[in-house]
């Protein structure tokens, strides 16, 4: 069965470093979606893509966020300058043009020390 | 504000037993329903989603929808240890948009 894959699981770095999160959506997905979860909390909306734009966005996904599908099979979730507050689970989620299901990934814990 | 709302629990059911999770959402226009499971430490694992009023059923698991109460449940019944996990309730709550609004979700504890 098809899943959303993503890289690294788990990543540690310094606050201030920049960061990329890697996706590869579901082959035939066309929308996709990042999403974090700081622990004990809820998970939380921060940006979705569709024909490689950003189609909605929250307040969470400021200047310090970028998106990006570089190829055919990869999307990145870019953080520019790392804040303590960006320690999360984040996730990755993609789904079809047919329906509004969205399949997520098994996650990267980004811990900012 | 939008919201989605749930009881987080723990909720305590015996092994067999049906449990009821229970979501309430706060925009009334609100399209797509759906339920995920999330072991701790693990990525949602979407189960049910809904669409319309009423009751959809796959396997041990029955979505029920009533739009006029802003109220979406999911039934499990002949509830197994391996069902405790928390439970995400999330809202397709704008038209033309796909964002997820999630709950804080429901512990299940099933007991053998």
Redesign the interface.
Same mark, same amino acid.
């Given at each position: 069965e098809p899943e959303v894959t993503q890289t690294p699981s788990h990543q540690v770095t310094q606050m201030g470093q920049e960061v990329i999160l890697r996706c590869v959506p579901i082959s035939n997905h066309l929308?996709f979606?990042w999403?974090r979860q700081i622990l004990g909390?809820?998970?939380?909306?921060l940006v979705?893509f569709y024909n490689n734009e950003i189609? $909605?966005k929250?307040e969470i996904f400021d200047d310090q966020f970028s998106v990006e599908r570089p190829d055919g099979s990869n999307f990145t979730l870019k953080i520019r300058s790392t804040k303590l507050e960006d320690s999360a689970?984040y996730?990755c989620a993609s789904?079809s043009q047919a329906g509004? $299901?969205?399949?997520?990934?098994?996650?990267t814990r980004l811990t900012v020390t | 504000q939008k919201e989605v709302e749930q009881n987080s629990g723990p909720l305590s059911v015996p092994e067999g037993a049906i449990a009821s999770l229970n979501c309430t959402y706060s925009d009334r226009g609100s399209q797509s329903f759906f339920w995920y499971r999330q072991y701790s430490g693990k990525s949602p694992e979407l189960i049910m989603f809904i669409y319309s009023n009423g009751d959809k059923e796959d396997g041990r698991f029955t979505a029920q929808l009533n739009k006029a109460s802003q109220y979406v449940s999911l039934l499990i019944r002949d509830s197994q240890p391996s069902d405790s996990a928390t439970y995400l309730c999330a809202v397709n709550m704008r038209s033309g948009y796909s964002t997820l609004t999630f709950g804080k979700g429901t512990m299940l504890l099933v007991s053998p």
């Amino acid at each position: 069965e098809p899943e959303v894959t993503q890289t690294p699981s788990h990543q540690v770095t310094q606050m201030g470093q920049e960061v990329i999160l890697r996706c590869v959506p579901i082959s035939n997905h066309l929308y996709f979606y990042w999403y974090r979860q700081i622990l004990g909390q809820k998970v939380e909306f921060l940006v979705s893509f569709y024909n490689n734009e950003i189609s $909605e966005k929250s307040e969470i996904f400021d200047d310090q966020f970028s998106v990006e599908r570089p190829d055919g099979s990869n999307f990145t979730l870019k953080i520019r300058s790392t804040k303590l507050e960006d320690s999360a689970m984040y996730f990755c989620a993609s789904r079809s043009q047919a329906g509004a $299901e969205q399949y997520f990934g098994p996650g990267t814990r980004l811990t900012v020390t | 504000q939008k919201e989605v709302e749930q009881n987080s629990g723990p909720l305590s059911v015996p092994e067999g037993a049906i449990a009821s999770l229970n979501c309430t959402y706060s925009d009334r226009g609100s399209q797509s329903f759906f339920w995920y499971r999330q072991y701790s430490g693990k990525s949602p694992e979407l189960i049910m989603f809904i669409y319309s009023n009423g009751d959809k059923e796959d396997g041990r698991f029955t979505a029920q929808l009533n739009k006029a109460s802003q109220y979406v449940s999911l039934l499990i019944r002949d509830s197994q240890p391996s069902d405790s996990a928390t439970y995400l309730c999330a809202v397709n709550m704008r038209s033309g948009y796909s964002t997820l609004t999630f709950g804080k979700g429901t512990m299940l504890l099933v007991s053998p």
